[in-house]
């Protein structure tokens, strides 16, 4: 079960991109990364997915480098509202069991 | 839009209660889940079901049961509630396509509170 390390928190301010690094050093060839949100007294919400290289969607973008022993979570110009905690998974996706949530990295964003 | 109901926010049992929560999607998704959330120990998985009456543990099932009868339904069950048990639980579902399992939707959560 690959085990995963972010940081704790980050601060930031309004208009500022933000990139949130997450390492799984013990990634399997079949696991995939996937990132959820969660705001305060609201379940997670799952923000993007990938396996290698760059995906990107509406909300964010994902960066993985070539050997996968880590990911960026970037976030184009933040604003208050983006205020949460941010989780980093990994995990085989055709896997039932093997998706597990750390405590996440709090990102406060500041006016 | 996806929704993912629970059929309470906030409920206060007493210790050897029987504790019944329900979770409804209205997405046909085939998979369910239970977790719990505690401070500083993230999102633990306690049952996951990926068709109507099947039922796989996830990390934490002690203490816990699940019932799914229908497939929107999922239903977490504390047979005699302890106060270690209090805590936020969330209920989740997704695709049982290949390579959905791990976008899940998420309800709002039920702060489950054993006095």
């Known amino acids: 079960l690959a085990k995963t390390t972010q940081p704790i928190s980050m601060d930031s301010y309004e208009g500022q991109e933000v990139n949130i690094t997450c390492s799984h050093n013990?990634?399997?060839?079949?696991?995939?990364i996937t990132w959820y949100q969660q705001f305060p007294s609201q379940g997670p919400r799952f923000i993007i997915q990938?396996?290698?290289t760059k995906v990107t969607n509406e909300v964010a973008s994902l960066f993985i480098p070539a050997d996968r022993k880590s990911s960026t979570l970037s976030l184009p110009r933040v604003s208050l509202s983006d205020t949460a905690v941010y989780y980093c998974l990994v995990g085989d996706i055709e896997g039932y069991s093997t998706l597990t949530f750390g405590k996440g990295t709090m990102l406060l964003v500041s006016p | 839009d996806v929704k993912v109901t629970q059929s309470s926010r906030y409920l206060v049992k007493r210790t050897g209660e029987k504790v019944f929560l329900e979770c409804v999607q209205d997405?046909?998704?085939?998979?369910m889940f239970w977790y719990r959330q505690d401070p500083g120990l993230g999102l633990r998985l306690i049952y996951f079901s990926y068709d109507v009456k099947m039922k796989e543990k996830g990390d934490i099932p002690e203490g816990y049961s699940v019932s799914r009868e229908k497939k929107e339904r999922f239903s977490l069950i504390l047979e005699s509630a302890s106060t270690n048990q209090t805590s936020m639980y969330l209920c989740?579902?997704?695709?049982?396509?290949?390579?959905?399992?791990?976008?899940?939707?998420f309800g709002p959560g039920t702060r489950l509170t054993v006095t």
């Open positions: 013990n990634i399997a060839t079949n696991d995939y």
């Open positions: 989740a579902s997704s695709k049982g396509t290949s390579g959905s399992f791990a976008e899940q939707y």
């Open positions: 997405m046909d998704h085939e998979n």
């Open positions: 990938g396996y290698k």
